[in-house]
């Protein structure tokens, strides 16, 4: 018997029957070329990794206002679709299910990003103070300044949403996610650090995500609520964020959400603590949780019901058979930062299967 019954077992999430409860979590690679689509590689990459239960892609950009970070992928084109219908293809002839991740920057950005060298754009004009970026020239720099945007501005952001998740729907994903983590544009919204708004966009915990609500509806629309999911991260404090209530301001998303009867939340950077137990008696249903679990504390987290999947980072960059090495209770191997971000295959499609390995040692 395995020794993670609970992490290895099927489980239906939304729309979605998963073979097992290991999640490959959404990564940043930077390996999309300058247009925003995506190398025959990506494809390898994904293919390799699809005995996980759920793939999630990396962070796709829903318009070039979105854009943040060098090599990110894209959605909001023509070119960029067919370029992800092509992984996602690769990906369903291994027999793997592939979730879009879809993202906004918001503030976290440089406007050398920016059409027309323009301000970026957040729910307030507070900048990402201790955040670095990545210019055109790989030099780094902090963030810039952002403006807020107009009231009118912000229904024509919620529809981009809604046209990248028409277009991921298009070329055959089945799923998406929202990211709403890790003090990107709808986090800019959510938390009260950020948001310093005084429409109905700002002040209480209700107008602060109303943001998010609005693009989960929209999404879930256009590609149904049970394949949608939204990824949150109450307590993170990447890129600059805090909030002075995570559990109030959580919890009342997680209350409006709960309404549209969405395929899963996903909370990034969450173990097993205090906030996170009490965020889960709110939503009444576990979550898909992220942050630095083994097996066996994952195996426990499903256990207990406070998730019900895990989400692995990492460990699945550097171990497409992740899957296979926590049913054989194996070794993983050692990932390397110096090839996490931009690059070709290598650090990114030539880590060694746990048969390879055997091989060369036999």
Known sequence: ??????????????????????????????????????????????AQRSSAGLLITDATMTSPQAVGYPNTPGIWTEEQMESWR???????????????????????????????????????????????????????EPASEPRALELNEIPGVVAQFALAARRGREAGFDAVEI??????????????????????YGGS???????LLEVTEVVAKEFGADRTGVRLSPDNPHNDMRD???LETFGTALRQLAALEL????????????????????HHKPFILNGDFTAESADAAIRSELAIAVSFGRAYLANPDLVERFELDAPLNTPDPD???GGAAEGYTDYPLLEDVEIDES
């Open 1 to 46: 018997m395995s020794r993670y019954p609970h992490l290895l077992s099927n489980v239906t999430l939304g729309a979605l029957r998963l073979p097992n409860r290991v999640i490959m979590a959404p990564m940043t690679r930077n390996r999309a070329r300058n247009d925003g689509t995506v190398p025959p590689i990506c494809g390898d990459y994904f």
């Open 86 to 140: 092509a992984v996602v293809s690769e990906v369903h002839a291994v027999g793997g299910l592939i979730a879009l991740q879809l993202m906004h920057c918001g503030r976290i950005s440089l406007e050398a990003w920016q059409p027309e060298k323009a301000m970026p754009v957040s729910s307030s004009a507070v900048r990402a103070a201790t955040t670095m970026l990545r210019t055109p020239t790989l030099a780094k």
């Open 179 to 200: 990211h709403g983590a890790n003090g990107y544009l709808i986090d800019q919204f959510l938390r009260d650090a950020v948001n310093r708004r005084h429409d109905r």
């Open 205 to 211: 915990a209700e107008n602060r995500s109303r943001f």
């Open 244 to 246: 002075n209530a995570p």
């Open 263 to 282: 395929g899963w939340v996903h909370l990034a950077s969450m173990g097993d603590t205090d906030l996170c137990r009490r965020l889960r008696d709110v």
């Open 339 to 341: 090839t996490f971000h």
